[in-house]
């Protein structure tokens, strides 16, 4: 199992709509608003690496409108 912390940079506007959107995401155990720098903390559980960075590579950045910017941390 791996697990992959990602920070999220989100359209202020759209902020609702990719929490929705994650969600939906099979993989995407825990989603949290947060103050600072960042705007999302998404925590995904995954069985491998090339999991992980499908979703983080196609379904997040590419799938969903609102996403700015993302840091990963594995």
């Known amino acids: 199992m791996v697990t992959g912390i990602v920070l999220v940079n989100?359209?202020?506007a759209m902020i609702q709509t990719v929490i929705e959107d994650l969600g939906k995401i099979p993989g995407v155990a825990e989603i949290y608003a947060v103050a600072g720098e960042y705007d999302l903390?998404?925590?995904i559980r995954v069985k491998s690496n090339a999991d992980l960075a499908e979703i983080?590579?196609?379904k997040m950045t590419?799938?969903?409108r609102g996403i700015i910017?993302?840091?990963t941390l594995v």
């Open 10 to 12: 989100v359209e202020r």
């Open 56 to 58: 983080i590579a196609s």
């Open 41 to 43: 903390v998404v925590i």
């Open 69 to 71: 910017h993302t840091k």
């Open 62 to 64: 590419h799938d969903i």
